[in-house]
């Protein structure tokens, strides 16, 4: 009885999981190899949907053509540059030191990385953009219906400063919501410290603590 009683407690060991979900490691692993893996998802996406969008060409002049191949090849660089950010950003994530406090820190990391997803990828795409409204005539005027600019010189100086407002505004917008997280963080980490600072300079009261917890 007793043996089939050991093999059952060993069978139903759950000492490891329980020590790696304590830590954070294994939330922290899994979750970084996640958005690894979305970071490959979101390229193969972009690439299946890049190669339809030439159709676009056939509304397009000569010099629309010329406009319009820079932005798609242009485009190609820009999407791995923004898939890069999120790919390291994901290795940080499954780096992170072990916590009591594993998620926030996360989500942090993972504000960041959208802000500086869009700051690459429209910092890169600005001059095509601009090259774009220049040489694509009428089609390319709806394409960016938002510009409120008729004159095609102009638009295209809007656009390409635009891009650039846009993507600076999203790293800011991001960041503070990172940053916010992680004050949000670090207050809890400050008590926690507290709570066992005071638990290390009065040890007895620490068994009352816990009676009164119950």
Known sequence: MASALDVFLKATNLDAILKALSSGALVRKTLGTFFQVAAVVLGLFLLVKWFPAWGFMRALGFFGWIGYAIWQLVFLYA??????????????????????????????????????????????????????RWLGGEPVRFMFQQVPIQNAFLAGIFLLAGFWVLGFFAVVATRLSAEWTLAIFSIANDVNRLRRHAVDENPDAQPAESGAAE
């Open 79 to 132: 999407a791995f540059l923004a898939v890069k950010v999120l790919f390291i950003r994901a290795g940080e994530v499954k780096s992170l030191p072990d916590s009591d406090y594993v998620v926030m820190p996360i989500v942090a990391i993972l504000f960041k990385a959208l802000g500086e997803m869009a700051f690459v990828a429209l910092g890169v795409m600005s001059v095509p953009a601009m090259i774009l």
